[in-house]
């Protein structure tokens, strides 16, 4: 993790706060929303699914003492860019400001390049990318009016290091960290604005069931065991440690991901090599129907 020298309880730094959460309806962004609820945040949560937004919902109210008019459902398409002005003004209209937004909505790969069309790539970049940074320009302008907020966004270890079968998504993720990195240094008039980058690697979430392959109509078949990955609370929880300490990026994730990309940080021969030899692993177990992810952490741990 970069840290910034300074430790905040994430109680006393959230609490009351108003958070819009994308992607909310499932994996890390339904966890997040949860622990925020705990924590007495104000929530918007978004996703394109409102009938699973509305049993998060639900769930949020079980677990904490907020009310009913403390949680927006609010349903959202990251592709449908002309929608997101008006989306920012509902949460405004129902919240009076937007303390913090937590880009999490997209979709991982799981193909060749070779085999695929290259309309998943586009896909890929208007959801992961273009979908995100759209929504970001209407509530930093919010933010900049206020001189304070925090734009945190769910990035991903790829976003750092390169892998086989998710060229299209490693490129989104790569693009996310080129330009919020590049945004953080335009703000330096606006210090109370944060700029957070949150790269996770492997973690048990429904993220697998949805990821793009070699074609737009074609799903997953064999989503694999995910019990070898960081389970989805500890990755939320850390999540929120790094936006209460307003860390410019931290990585989450267990050994050997995490290693790799100290490896890709300080020593990229060695990563290189390194990420040839498990690329040629992860494409045999992809091949075979394994998890692509699966083998090589049991034989490493």
């Avoid at 909505?105 to 759209?134: M, P």
């Avoid at 048990?204 to 995910?226: C, H, M, P, W, Y």
């Avoid at 609370?233 to 209460?244: G, I, K």
């Avoid at 030899?277 to 992860?282: A, F, H, S, T």
Wanted: aromatic share 8%; with cysteine; net charge positive.
């Amino acid at each position: 993790m970069v840290h910034s020298g300074k430790c905040c309880d994430i109680k006393n730094e959230l609490r009351g706060k108003v958070v819009w959460v994308t992607g909310a309806s499932s994996g890390i962004g339904e966890e997040l929303t949860y622990q925020l609820a705990k924590i007495g945040a104000l929530l918007a949560i978004s996703a394109r699914r409102e009938d699973e937004l509305e049993r998060v919902k639900k769930k949020c109210l079980e677990i904490s003492s907020l009310s009913e008019k403390d949680i927006l459902v609010l349903r959202l398409d990251l592709t449908d860019r002309s929608s997101h002005e008006a989306a920012t003004n509902s949460v405004l209209k129902h919240f009076g400001k937007i303390d913090v937004l937590v880009n999490n909505g997209g979709r991982s790969q799981r193909s060749l390049f070779v085999d695929t069309n290259l309309d998943v790539y586009n896909a890929i970049i208007e959801l992961n990318y273009l979908g995100t940074i759209s929504l970001t320009k209407y509530v930093l302008n919010h933010m900049i009016q206020r001189k304070r907020g925090k734009i945190v966004t769910v990035s991903s270890v790829m976003g750092i290091m390169g892998a086989p079968l998710a060229t299209g998504y490693c490129a989104s993720k790569h693009a996310l960290q080129g330009f919020f990195n590049s945004l953080r240094t335009e703000l330096t008039d606006y210090p109370e604005i944060s700029i957070i980058n949150i790269c996770p690697g492997p973690v048990q979430s429904k993220i697998i069931q949805n990821v793009f392959t070699e074609n737009l109509a074609k799903s997953l078949e064999n989503s694999g065991d995910q019990s070898h990955k960081m389970p989805t609370d500890r990755c939320a929880r850390l999540t929120l440690v790094s936006t209460a300490n307003d860390l410019k990026e931290a990585w989450i994730s267990d050994h050997p991901y995490l290693a790799v990309c100290y490896l890709w940080q300080y020593a990229p021969t060695w990563a290189w090599w390194l990420m040839n030899r498990m690329g040629k692993r992860r494409i045999q177990n992809f091949k075979s129907g394994v998890d692509a992810d699966a083998s090589y952490t049991r034989k490493n741990k």
